[in-house]
């Protein structure tokens, strides 16, 4: 893995340095179609089927486009840059200049972040896409320059449910069940919470970890449950719809800052465009991925969240009562709820 991870690296500093541009930082070239070419490598830790790549994607084209050929956005799926957790750390010590992350690992710096990834914080999709597109986010995403890295938007990832060796449908089913969880706090307390045992680890180990008999299960979104073949070692998925956690699109604060005022406005304009653009590629996917699990042997169980929702206050009292801004921000996400 670590060979893959450098191998993909250095093929990306050949890209840059072939381009005129070593470094993130480096500025614009603000010579549109005459100028060269900066690439932004940016890493992403799922499938090129993934309604977040196809997004970013087509974001990158426009991208290309609108600043007449200054900057490209080049995407490696598959954790080929590393997990998370490591591709974060990348792009905020300038090696990659951006990448697609979950809001666990962003709450790692800023526990503020920690509100975004509450559980039972969204009522559905609608609420969720409210709140993303609202501006409430606004100055959550500019504080942390501090940290060498800004939040360019935040995409949906569905709900994550539950999923193992049996139907999940009370707390009391999780007694001694090991279930990974992503590697923060509030998502190893939310999982505890729930009744079960949190274990975190990278996405990327978690089919193995499973069919090894370390953990019992996972919980995730119905996309990635299929893309990664999970319902083959877990086959019963459960409605626990505990978290709607979002994804966070990150770039090295050095780059953006880098890029004339103009550039960054395209940029800026094209992720809000795509945050919206991501729930209807988003939408348009869920079904397919269900019926792929369940070609695949996978069974969905409808569950009664209350039982959960009761289990989780604890966890929720806690981030929220950490700061000032973590109430506000709280409040702000439960008003825009119908
Ligand atoms: C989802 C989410 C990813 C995250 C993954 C995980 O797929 O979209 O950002 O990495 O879950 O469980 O680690």
């Not at 139907?167 to 999982?191: C, F, H, N, Q, W």
């Not at 409605?239 to 800052?257: E, Q, W």
């Amino acid at each position: 893995m670590k060979k893959r991870i450098l191998a993909a690296i250095l093929a990306g500093a050949m890209v840059l340095s072939l381009a005129g541009c070593g470094k993130a930082s480096t500025g614009d070239n603000g010579q549109g179609g005459a100028g060269k070419t900066t690439t932004l490598k940016l890493a992403f830790n799922q499938s090129e089927n993934h309604p977040q790549y196809k997004a970013l994607a087509e974001l990158s084209k426009e991208l290309k486009e609108a600043t007449n050929g200054a900057y490209e956005i080049e995407i490696s799926p598959n954790e080929l840059l590393g997990s998370q957790k490591d591709a974060f750390e990348l792009v905020q010590n300038g090696t990659i200049q951006m990448a697609m992350v979950a809001n666990s690992i962003v709450e790692n710096v800023n526990s503020d972040f920690a509100v975004l990834g509450l559980p039972y914080a969204y009522d559905s999709i609608e609420h969720q896409k409210k709140v993303f597109t609202s501006g409430i986010l606004d100055d959550i995403f500019t504080s942390t320059t501090a940290n060498k890295f800004n939040v360019l938007a935040a995409f949906t990832a569905g709900s994550r449910c539950v999923y193992t060796d049996k139907p999940i449908t009370k707390p009391e089913d999780l007694a001694g069940y090991k279930i990974r969880v992503m590697e923060a706090p509030t998502s190893i307390a939310m999982l505890n919470a729930m009744g079960g045992v949190a274990t975190p680890m990278a996405q990327g180990e978690v089919y193995t970890a499973i069919q090894q008999g370390i953990i019992n299960g996972g919980e995730n979104n119905e996309i990635t449950y299929a893309d990664l073949k999970h319902y083959e070692v877990a086959p019963f998925f459960s409605y626990t719809r505990h978290l709607m956690i979002p994804d966070l699109l990150v770039i090295n604060a050095d780059t953006l800052s880098g890029m004339s005022e103009e550039n960054q406005k395209i940029l800026k304009d094209l992720c809000k465009e795509y945050t919206n653009r991501e729930f209807e590629l988003w939408n348009e996917q869920i079904e397919t991925a269900i019926e792929t699990a369940k070609a695949g042997g996978a069974t969905f169980t409808e569950v009664d969240i209350t039982p959960f929702q009761e289990a989780v206050q604890p966890v929720i009292a806690d981030v929220v009562g950490k700061s000032e801004n973590a109430k506000a921000l709280y409040d702000q996400i439960r008003a825009l709820a119908e």
